[in-house]
């Protein structure tokens, strides 16, 4: 469909240890009345794909923040990429990938202190790593996901809003963008 932009909805800090209930059935209707189409969703934890008419990521991320608050009463901040954005930064993971469920994308709403990130003493660090890109941070933490102090130290470099994915999961959503 001409003007039709793919877009990929990540919600920060929902359904985690039981908080901020969000059923992912229900996410998908809300998405739809807002008159989004092909929606779909990926786990328990606020990934969605859609199709829509808006174009800029910014303003359909406005819209889904929205109807989250109205309809399930809550706040919760949301990162939106398009199907070429998200291509793109999977293209640009500058580390190898061994194990997924280690490596992280955290995806900021702000442009990232490239500067501050880049100058993160690795050896402050121990068993993290970390690549830096304009929009996006790459993490692989060796010690698993759980323990990790670089996600952190990445959030407090961002002026807006922060949101973490595996490896996985990232690829997932493309896949599932794509149509896959």
Same mark, same amino acid.
């Given at each position: 469909m001409a003007g039709m932009t793919r877009h990929i909805v990540l919600l920060r800090g929902v359904n985690v240890g039981g908080h901020r209930k969000l059923p992912m059935a229900e996410l998908r209707a809300a998405l739809s009345e807002l008159g989004h189409t092909d929606v779909a969703t990926y786990i328990q934890s606020g990934n969605a794909v859609l199709t829509s008419e808006e174009g800029d990521p910014e303003a359909v991320g406005a819209l889904v923040r929205g109807a989250v608050r109205d309809r399930f009463g809550f706040d919760v901040p949301v990162m939106v990429r398009t199907l070429d954005q998200?291509?793109?930064?999977?293209?640009?993971?500058?580390?190898?990938? /061994?194990?997924?469920?280690?490596? +992280?994308?955290?995806?900021?709403?702000?442009?990232?202190?490239?500067?501050?990130?880049?100058?993160?003493?690795? /050896?402050?660090?121990?068993?993290?790593?970390?690549?830096? +890109?304009? +929009?996006e941070v790459f993490t692989h933490h060796e010690r698993g996901v759980r323990g990790a102090k670089l996600p952190a130290v990445v959030g407090r470099?961002?002026?807006?809003?922060?949101?973490?994915?595996?490896?996985?999961?990232?690829?997932?959503?493309?896949?599932?963008?794509?149509?896959?």
């Open positions: 998200l291509r793109a930064v999977v293209a640009a993971n500058p580390l190898p990938v /061994a194990d997924p469920s280690v490596f +992280t994308v955290l995806f900021c709403s702000e442009p990232v202190d490239t500067a501050a990130l880049s100058a993160i003493d690795p /050896a402050t660090h121990p068993g993290e790593r970390i690549a830096v +890109t304009p +929009t470099h961002c002026p807006g809003e922060v949101t973490a994915r595996n490896w996985r999961t990232v690829l997932r959503l493309l896949e599932l963008a794509e149509g896959s």
